[in-house]
């Protein structure tokens, strides 16, 4: 037996990843990775077909874990309102709470997408289609958001990266060219925290370093250290317990994944591991090689026995 590997952090295309679920299972499953959960934006899959699946096409065990990554907005110390990205693992899905939750962060995102198409033809003389061409390309995606864009920025050469697209355009840090301001009013992290532990769930705070909180200093400040111990609170505070994602696949730096395992056990939180998989850059990979026993409290306290060779 092969040293099991665990993802807690994917995408498919009922947001804005590449690949169907049963694509991205079996493409994890190919990779070693024997606990995944699909974290789809603001939406979680059924998992029975899925996991049907699994036991009809696998030779070994394969663990899904109810999973969504759920938006939430944040007050920072001088009141700069940010928007955070709370991944939920392990909830009921028939809650009634957190189907009305993932239901409310579910608009008509048409509104929004043009406002950014009219801003890159009208301000950076750029044309990637209408809201509705655009949708034709992607039958399948489910949710046509800033993703999708950056790639077609990046595919019709616009940029030389998904990531450059955030950077230069679409992004809400950096030159914020074609940056339109989300009109939606997500749910505050403290009731995306409190709907997710009501519904049975583990709240993980993902890709700390992604959110621009002191300056570009991304190991060390005040400010992040405040959002990890207001999330470490928020957490105790409703009777749960929460975890962080220290083992991202863009964090391979050893002093940046040394710095969220110090402040992960800083503030008592959870040792999560995630790749953030899109299938939307070449350099993006499910063999990360994480292996469970990185997040064996984690599984722990999602009920899951994993076998070691």
Same mark, same amino acid.
């Given at each position: ?57 696998? &030779? ?153 909180? &002191? ?95």
């Amino acid at each position: 037996m092969l040293t099991p590997f665990c993802d807690f952090h994917t995408h498919t295309t009922r947001s804005d990843g590449r690949l169907s679920p049963i694509e991205l299972v079996r493409k994890a499953y190919a990779a070693g990775i024997r606990v995944l959960s699909i974290t789809d934006h603001n939406y979680t899959e059924d998992l029975s077909p899925l996991r049907k699946a699994v036991a009809d096409e696998f &030779d070994e065990e394969m663990i899904l874990v109810q999973g969504a990554e759920i938006s939430a907005l944040y007050n920072d110390g001088n009141e700069v309102e940010h928007e955070l990205h709370i991944v939920a693992l392990g909830f009921d899905p028939d809650n009634p709470n957190m189907k009305a939750l993932l239901a409310a962060h579910q608009p008509d995102r048409k509104p929004y997408i043009d406002a950014i198409l009219k801003k890159l033809r009208d301000d950076c003389g750029i044309d990637i289609g209408t809201y509705e061409s655009i949708q034709s390309q992607f039958p399948t995606t489910k949710y046509i958001g800033r993703m999708v864009l950056a790639r077609l920025l990046f595919e019709k050469g616009y940029t030389s990266s998904v990531d450059q697209s955030f950077d230069v355009y679409l992004g809400s840090h950096g030159e914020r060219k074609a940056y339109v301001k989300n009109p939606l009013r997500y749910s505050s992290l403290e009731t995306v925290i409190r709907t997710v532990i009501q519904a049975g769930g583990i709240p993980i705070l993902a890709h700390l370093l992604y959110f621009d909180l &002191d300056n570009g200093n991304r190991t060390g400040g005040e400010e992040k250290d405040r959002l990890v111990r207001t999330f470490s609170e928020l957490v105790k505070k409703h009777e749960g317990v929460g975890g962080m994602e220290v083992y991202y696949t863009r964090y391979k730096d050893m002093g940046e994944r040394l710095y969220l395992l110090r402040i992960a056990q800083k503030y008592g939180l959870l040792i999560s591991a995630g790749s953030d998989f899109h299938a939307q850059e070449a350099w993006e990979s499910l063999d990360h090689r994480t292996s469970c026993s990185a997040c064996s409290d984690l599984l722990e306290h999602l009920g899951i026995k994993v076998n070691y060779p």
